[in-house]
């Protein structure tokens, strides 16, 4: 079945330093794939989205491109603020037909000032 | 506009009991997922109700049942609590069958003692 595999945390930075967060997926079909940010104690929020092969999403800094060729959406930002530290999530919309969500098992990401 | 909500925002159960959690969608949305979060974990998908019909369902025992009203309201119920059964329970919505983009609502933390 599909799956997503993100990279360990913590992720700890520097205030002003630049962000990856690796995320690779396992799909029969094409799916669309989301990053989600977690703060604490709260849901889950939609932080960007790629609907189709080499889509970029963006917002709020955060940057993310679809890519077939090496089933990657990497989750990058150039600056990081201490207002970003979370947890970040990567999901796919399931091929199989439910419409499901899968996640990654999340990144946290601490910035310190 | 309101975002998707849910209640209780904490709960605790004993084992054995049963429990009842509840989502309204966000307005115009006609689709509802639930998913169980265990800390330090992504969400695992619960299941997924469109126009009160079940579309989709997840790896998780009969102990586990849903339902969706006419006016698209969602009851998440759980029989026969185990102490594994704590976690966040999360609800999301998304305006059509397909499933994206789907919106979470703050969760309900559960706790199994």
């Known amino acids: 079945g599909d799956s997503v595999t993100q990279m360990e945390g913590p992720v700890t930075l520097s205030e002003e330093a630049f962000l990856t967060i690796n995320c690779t997926y396992t799909?029969?079909?094409?799916?669309?794939l989301f990053w989600y940010v977690q703060y604490p104690g709260e849901g889950l929020q939609l932080l960007l989205k790629?609907?189709?092969?080499?889509d970029k999403g963006s917002n709020k800094g955060f940057e993310a491109t679809y890519r077939k060729e090496t089933t990657s959406f990497h989750l990058e930002k150039g600056s990081v603020q201490v207002s970003d530290s979370a947890v970040y999530f990567c999901?796919?919309?399931?091929?199989?037909?439910?419409?499901?969500?899968?996640f990654g098992t999340g990144t946290r990401l601490k910035v310190l000032a | 506009d309101a975002g998707v909500t849910q209640s209780p925002t904490h709960l605790i159960k004993t084992r054995g009991q049963h429990v009842t959690l509840r989502c309204s969608p966000i307005s115009g949305h006609k689709s509802v997922s639930w998913y169980q979060q265990v800390l330090g974990q992504g969400p695992q998908f619960i299941f997924q109700?469109?126009?009160?019909?079940?579309?989709g369902r997840g790896n998780f025992p009969d102990r586990f049942s849903a339902r969706q009203f006419p006016n698209y309201s969602s009851e998440l119920n759980v029989n026969a609590l185990l102490l594994g059964d704590s976690a966040l329970y999360l609800c999301a919505s998304s305006p059509d069958g397909q499933g994206y983009e789907q919106y979470f609502g703050p969760g309900t933390r559960l706790t199994v003692t």
């Open positions: 799909a029969t079909g094409y799916p669309s």
């Open positions: 999901a796919l919309g399931d091929t199989s037909g439910t419409y499901k969500y899968i």
């Open positions: 790629a609907t189709k092969a080499d």
């Open positions: 109700y469109y126009e009160k019909e079940e579309r």
